[in-house]
């Protein structure tokens, strides 16, 4: 089992900035990708950024160059650096860990006003 615990959501002008963050414990080996994903209201589940053990990223195109996942190892955590959002941003952000099972964080919501 893992376990997720997310933090950092909340509401922002467009052109700000937040940072999520997901500490991840338990059966941390058997992760080998951790990532982002969001659901807006109405619409499904869709992966906003994710990155392997190796450190190897891959975004969405809406994110890139305006998102930034980084990873630190020895905390067992996960960045999501967001800057230049839009209101389109807006929707439940979950942490992800996918492995052997993959795991769902609680989902932080994030909501930019314009």
């Known amino acids: 089992q893992v376990q997720l615990v997310e933090s950092g959501g909340g509401l922002v002008q467009a052109g700000g900035s937040l940072r999520l963050s997901c500490a991840a414990s338990?059966?941390?080996?058997?992760?080998?990708?951790m990532g982002w994903y969001r659901q807006a209201s109405g619409n499904q589940r869709v992966m906003v950024a994710i990155?392997?053990?190796?450190?190897?990223?891959n975004y969405a195109n809406s994110v890139k160059g305006r998102f930034t996942i980084s990873r630190d190892n020895a905390k067992n955590t996960v960045y999501l650096q967001m800057d230049s959002l839009k209101p389109e941003d807006t929707a439940v952000y979950y942490c992800?860990?996918?492995?052997?099972?993959?795991?769902w964080g609680q989902g932080t919501q994030v909501t930019v006003s314009s």
């Open positions: 992800a860990a996918l492995g052997t099972h993959d795991y």
């Open positions: 338990g059966s941390i080996l058997s992760i080998n990708v």
């Open positions: 990155i392997t053990k190796g450190g190897s990223t």
